[in-house]
């Protein structure tokens, strides 16, 4: 008996042992395993994964009223992390607003149709240029001006809120024109936008310098690479323009903007001086006119950083009935600099107005000349599309060639085109020197450009820079 309940003792102490190895291990793996989340009774059990990292961008939409094509506001959109930013901006705005957005007032034409439209967006040299499959079949109200101008507000407000994008292009498969013929606006690389600079630069040579009133517009017409005449009307005492009496203003790109390098008038023809001759007093000026009482108002003028100045005045006979000779001579004061105008006016019989006008553009005789410049051609031989050239695709080299007199340097330069802040010139680089002849060979890089080619000539008596072309590559 004693000995059955020594083995049962023995048993019950191995038994117990055993339990405590085996609970010390359950403890251990518990300790060991993470913590699960508190939740409601049968909720499945819920594990934390560490946050993947993600790129925050703005697309902006239109909200509330539709009264202004022009306003719209942002939203915040969170994608995975990119650097390409641009490009995850605009696949966001062509998805349209959310459910979400659109219950709080936000708009678009973009939406579930247009997601994914996006081929590519390229951004360099303060350009973003965004191609689209084409989507006009799904956005058939954008072409109306409210249209129009909604949608590219959205696009440049999403695409101008890097600050590396100063300037937009748009294009379908590859083709601006298409993009914005269906908008039926002119595409940032044609150059109409050019012709208000270059006809108000004209206005105010005619109402500045030629001493005109109020010419009234007529028609504008290029005449070359960079350049382009604008024709002006004399008004009748009504005020109504008199095409009959007409002076067109001959125009230059000059640096961004554009310069007046002479106006001429079919009834006003000047033989002596000739353009950019070195004159001095008294100015001996000859030509044929038919005028009021054949008579011809003269003025030298020279150009002053605070305006105009006239330096002398006097006056020609020619014909009253038909075209006369005419010649006399001028007296006038020392100017105190390099250029200005000899202008030939004929006055209105009915109040002494100046009606029509040509001008003359000189230097001084003993004054060092500014330099002058053209460029002269390019190599290839690529197109010049509406006063653009147009690069080819990928990268590749031009070769420009300029004449230039009273230079010692000839630099290359190109401007961006923007919408934002003032752009930012560059030197391309100098130009080779053979005589007056200087070439230049451009290797231009796989990226998005637009913007103003410059030519630009330092001497002894100045600095003189053209543009005659805008440059694109998409």
Known sequence: MLRDRRRMWTMIGALA?????????????????????????GAPATTTAPSAPVTTVEVFFHRGQADDPARVEPVRRTVPKTDAVATAAVAQLLGGPTAAERGQGYF???????????????????VAHADFRDFRQLIPNATSS???????AELDATLGQFATVKSTVYSFDGNVTAFYEWLQRFPPIGDESDVKPAMAAARQFLTGIAGMTNPADGPFARTGTGRAEATFYARSPEGKPVPQIATVVSLRRSGTAWSVTGTTTGTIRVDVPATAAAIASPLHVSGRALAFEGVVTVRVVEDRANGPAELGRGSVVGGGDQLRP???????????????????????????TVIRATSVRVGFAG???????????????????????????GAGSITFTAKATGADRVEVTLTPAGTGTAPL??????????????????????EPLLGHLGVLATGPGGATEVTPFGLYHG
């Open 367 to 393: 004054r060092t000349a500014t330099p002058a410049v053209e460029l002269t051609s390019w190599n290839p031989a690529l197109q010049l599309v509406d006063g653009w050239l147009r690069l080819p695709d």
């Open 146 to 152: 409210f249209g129009s101008a909604a949608l590219l």
């Open 108 to 126: 678009s034409m973009f939406g579930p149709a247009t997601a994914g439209k996006l081929k590519s967006v390229r951004v360099a040299n303060g």
């Open 326 to 352: 005419f010649a006399g001579d001028v007296p006038f004061t020392a100017p105190a600099g390099n250029h200005g105008w000899v202008v030939f006016t004929e006055l209105s019989a009915a109040d002494g």
């Open 17 to 41: 042992g055993v339990l405590v190895v085996v609970g010390a291990l359950v403890i251990g793996v518990l300790r060991d395993r993470p913590a699960t989340p508190a939740g409601p009774p």
């Open 425 to 446: 010139k560059r030197v391309l680089g100098t130009a080779t020197r053979a005589g007056d002849v200087y070439t230049f060979t451009w290797a231009y890089a796989d």
